[in-house]
């Protein structure tokens, strides 16, 4: 069975930077539908990046991130260590989110046909 942990969240201030892990068990990020989403109080799983990876980047469809974090948010993939991680910059208060990863199904922007989802790691970012 495949498990994915994410890591790396925390209590940071706006304008920081921080980098969300996720490694997976039995798995290999590779010709995959993966991404990572965020669900905040009160909204919708949103997600932040997206992609299908080829060999260790991105392949012929690239990558999507919505316009609130494009720019600021990337997602990329180490093979050698089953784990994907989001760098995040210039966070800003409404970035604050539990943060999950996603593998498996249809690359969709839809969270439901992903298969396989993390735990979640908080993300809390203060003014």
């Known amino acids: 069975e495949v498990q994915l942990l994410e890591s790396g969240g925390g209590l940071v201030q706006a304008g920081d930077s921080l980098i969300l892990s996720c490694t997976a068990s039995s798995f290999t990020f590779d010709d995959v539908p993966m991404g990572w989403f965020r669900e905040a109080p009160g909204k919708e799983r949103e997600g932040v990046a997206l992609?299908?990876?080829?060999?260790?980047?991105?392949?012929?469809?690239?990558?999507f991130y919505p316009d609130s974090v494009k720019g600021r948010f990337t997602i990329s993939i180490d093979n050698t260590k089953s784990t994907v991680y989001l760098q995040k910059t210039r966070l800003k208060t409404e970035d604050t989110a539990v943060y999950h990863c996603?593998?498996?199904?249809?690359?969709?922007?839809?969270?439901?046909?992903?298969?396989?989802w993390g735990q979640g790691t908080p993300v809390t970012v203060s003014s």
């Open positions: 996603a593998v498996g199904g249809r690359l969709t922007k839809e969270a439901k046909k992903y298969v396989y």
């Open positions: 992609m299908r990876s080829n060999n260790g980047t991105a392949s012929e469809g690239g990558t």
